[in-house]
């Protein structure tokens, strides 16, 4: 099992930054996968941000070298760091686990004002 609570959304103006954070249940080494997936209202949830149990990451495109995804181990958290913020980064925001199956937080809102 893995519990995964979310914290960091909010209301910020375009250009603004905003840190997510996700704190696990258990040692991020015993989950494969953690990441962050995004659900804008009238569309499809999307994977934002991943990082694996041996520290590689990847991007959805559109957030390539405005977001970063980092972790602490010790604090058993992974980070989502979200600079340049556009409105359509409005969503809500989903940590997500992977170990032998999907796990998922509650949701954070994020709100892009232009």
């Known amino acids: 099992q893995v519990q995964l609570v979310e914290s960091g959304g909010g209301l910020v103006q375009a250009g603004g930054s905003l840190r997510l954070s996700c704190a696990a249940s258990r040692s991020l080494f015993t989950i494969n996968v953690m990441g962050w997936y995004r659900q804008a209202p009238g569309k499809d949830r999307e994977l934002v941000a991943r990082?694996?149990?041996?520290?590689?990451?990847s991007y959805e495109d559109s957030v390539k070298g405005r977001f970063t995804i980092s972790r602490d181990s010790a604090k058993n958290t992974v980070y989502l760091q979200m600079n340049s913020l556009k409105p359509e980064d409005t969503a809500v925001y989903y940590c997500?686990?992977?170990?032998?199956?999907?796990?998922w937080g509650q949701g954070t809102q994020v709100t892009v004002s232009s």
């Open positions: 990082i694996t149990s041996g520290g590689s990451t």
């Open positions: 997500y686990a992977f170990r032998t199956r999907d796990y």
